[in-house]
């Protein structure tokens, strides 16, 4: 976190606080409408350190952004880490910008690449801004890559302020576990579950209907092989088995209409 020193003071922006964060999904291709998930109630790791306001904003995908705009002298980023659920996949990266502070009016894209941690990490500085003169700024992160097995972890934005606080606050260092649920670890995992279980769900229909349409295929096409009785426009076919003046037994086809009954072929 940055230095407070006595003549400023920080403002702390939770990733829940959607009034000052813009949170903007996918709009276009097959994961439209994409973007960051919110969950709330998190507990408190002992050894991965606190979560503020024990919310966490995560997502799973890539080219998806949040915006927040601020007044003050600095701005700082963080967020939480996990350890990716497989090896070979590439780890969350996201870059930052302050629209206002770019040089020649073009976005300096500050990048961040996750490190691949063992255990969970909380609290974990991302991003923190140049010393800026006092004014209002936008603060754009661009999350280039995540996925399901690495997401990206958004916790809170820090504004530094120049001047004592209007009021007392609680540091985020002082935050202990008593402060939250007395949960040791953080459920994060059920943000993945629910993913690999709505993939799981999906294909489980798909497999639903495909065996239906089959069933009803092979089902309308047996019904056509042996009729027993079917109409037609103003007259109707059928097919029985009838015993001859002989004492043998034929299948016999027959049209009614509307004129009488004709026997069409016998067997």
């Not at 059920?190 to 295929?217: E, N, Y």
């Not at 096409?221 to 027993?228: F, G, N």
């Amino acid at each position: 976190m940055p230095s407070n020193p006595s003549s400023s003071h920080m403002i702390f922006i939770d990733d829940a606080d959607t009034s000052r964060i813009q949170y903007q999904t996918i709009q276009l291709g097959p994961y439209r409408g994409k973007g960051f998930t919110p969950y709330s109630g998190l507990g408190i790791d002992d050894k991965a350190g606190p979560i503020h306001d024990r919310t966490l904003s995560a997502t799973v995908v890539g080219d998806v952004s949040a915006a927040v705009t601020f007044t003050g002298t600095r701005v700082s980023v963080y967020g939480s880490l996990r350890p990716p659920l497989q090896t070979d996949v590439p780890l969350p990266l996201t870059k930052y910008s302050i629209l206002e502070w770019d040089y020649g009016g073009v976005p300096a894209m500050v990048p961040y690449r996750a490190p691949n941690v063992t255990a969970p990490q909380n609290n974990v500085n991302f991003f923190t801004s140049d010393i800026l003169p006092y004014g209002t700024y936008t603060l754009t992160i661009n999350v280039t890559t995540a996925n399901p097995d690495a997401p990206f972890y958004l916790d809170y934005i820090a504004v530094e302020v120049p001047g004592p606080a209007l009021s007392s606050s609680t540091p985020l260092s002082s935050l202990s576990s008593t402060a939250f649920s007395t949960s040791t670890h953080l459920p994060i995992e059920a943000f993945i579950l629910h993913h690999r279980l709505a993939s799981a769900f999906v294909g489980g229909v798909l497999g639903v209907l495909v065996a239906f349409v089959v069933f009803f295929c092979y089902f309308k096409q047996k019904h056509r092989m042996v009729p027993t009785e079917y109409n037609c426009d103003k007259c109707t076919a059928g097919r029985k088995d009838v015993e001859s003046p002989g004492g043998l037994w034929i299948y016999v086809d027959t049209w009614a209409d509307v004129h009488g009954i004709a026997v069409l072929n016998a067997s």
